[in-house]
């Protein structure tokens, strides 16, 4: 730690300077960054009726009302768009890993004879697409309209991530894979039980990256999905911050009371409701953040 | 050992080498086989289906009765009106992004990386990262709180300007700030990980050279570290190029409205609405095709620039 010696130059005013702009000004940057969620989770506990009068920076919560959320607990939409979510991010996830991880094994086999065929069959896929509309025609031409398929099997592989997992699988050591192959260990044994234990970092890196992708989907259900029992949360969630559905709000306002009320708590329950939908990956991420960015540098390094 | 195994390769006829590699790998070769299906379906089947910008498609006569008519969608696009406001909110558009969206997290990651103290570093990182773990739909949303009539931004914006706004969405003017702006919240914080991860890299004992030479922090920012993280500049800025012709269009979906297409319908949202929103498949197909095609052109030009000049490329 070389940082550590007081160097002459250490206290020279320039430095001095530079130093407090450079603190400050990250300090407004990660205030900034923050102020939006910060605005969202103070509004959602704050009284209505001085939120919409309040003029300025909302620094604490304008009174306290819970009620907010016990409206948006009892929403029967945002209830069904969690459980959807969470069959899609389950169900998708798992199909995604056994299929990238079958995929990045072939990828990384290091002595086929048609390597090469694949890898351009795999490559012309990251130049060329059918585009929007082809794509969609075939899902519907698959039978994937309103089908809730439709959520899992179209992204069933992402070609980067598979290149990525590619990477990790490499980096095991040909020593150990030809010392299981000697002991006479299967091909699938060595996969399941030398290959994939020492690449945890980067199935946790895919998994999160897919993960995720599952929990944000949004445009493949808007545009395949019809009934509202198969929607996701995100769908739920753009109608009542995008569309300002007022279906929703009506549907709600039976269980929580008078039209008048809901009317009133309208706002409220949107702001409850981004706080509802997005606290789960807002609590996780800070402690899997090691593993997001470890899959951005290892991405980083082919291509 | 792998030039071994080329040689010997060669002498065996290509039936006996066959045998031996499928005995070798024939689980390899099993395991390709879904990854195999999926890609043939689901991306090269809609390559060959790019082919209904050729015809005048009809739902209930399929993709294989429905008429041919040559160019005429890629005519009837090029000479409406949308030809032109498209391309030119896709190109403004990315203007605004390589400008301001782009640098950001450059300059972000130079910036954290001069910071000694890692608890400091660690707890801005940490913070910004944050919005980039919103949903789209979500950070939209939120976006449009802030910019609604009476929001934070509306109020600031009423402030400067000294006149009460409604939604800032309502002024066209102000559509591309927005985009460019909630693209940079979204994406400063997490875009500055591979450049740290880049500095990283950086030889210590290249910069306490520099110091002992004199160099002070700027000096040794614009001669090491930027050099340093070139390469990745341009290998993402390539990869941006290539992309810019329908990027974005799901964010466009979720904040714009009639009232700014003026400013913000682009290519990609044209498509979203020709082709899904109001059926015509054949004409937007071909929209979506003029636009892989540009992304193609503007890739392979982007590469080769940077190929020449900074001796990068992507391929």
Redesign the interface.
Known sequence: MKAKERKPGRWSPANVAFNTFNYLFLSVVAFLCLYPVLYVVLASVSDPNQLIRYKGLLLRPLGFTLRGYEMTLKDSSILVGYKNTIIYVVTGTALNMVMTILGAYTLSRRNLLFKKPIMIYITITMFFGGGLIPTYLLERSLGLYNNIWAMIIPGAVAIWNMIIMRTGFQSVPMELEEAAYIDGASPVKILLEVILPLSKPVLAVILLYYTVGHWNEWFRAMVLLDDRTKYPLQIFMREMLIQANQALVAASSEAAGSLQEVDQYRELLKYCTIVVSTAPIMCIYPFLQKYFVRGVYVGSLKG | M?KE?SVGKYTQPFSK??KK?LR??????L??V???T??F??????????L?AFKDYKPFLG?AKSKWVGLENFRSFFGSPYFLRTIKNTLMQNLWHLFLGFPAPII?AL??N???KNG?KR??Q??????H??????A???????IDS?G?IT?MVDMVTGTQHSSLLNYASMYRPIYTLSGV?QG???GT??YL??MASVD?TLY?AA?IDGA??GAKMWYITIPTILP?IM?LLIRELGGMMDSGY?KS??LYSPVNYRVSDTL?TF??RR??VEGS?GF??AV??V??LVN?VL?VAANRVSKKLTETS??
């Open positions: 792998k195994a080498r066959l590699d070798r790998n024939w689980f390899a070769y395991a390709f879904p990854v195999f999926y890609i379906v689901f991306k090269y089947i809609p390559m060959y289906g790019v209904i993709f972000l910036l954290l001069e910071v000694r400091f707890v801005v940490t913070i910004t990262y944050m919005p773990f919103i949903s789209l739909v979500v939209m949303g939120i976006v449009r709180l802030l009476g934070v109020q919240w400063v914080g997490w990980i591979i991860s880049a210590p306490e110091e002070g922090r990745t290998i799901q979906i979720l990609g498509v979203y082709g899904l498949f937007s197909s979506g095709l636009t892989s193609l890739l992507l391929f």
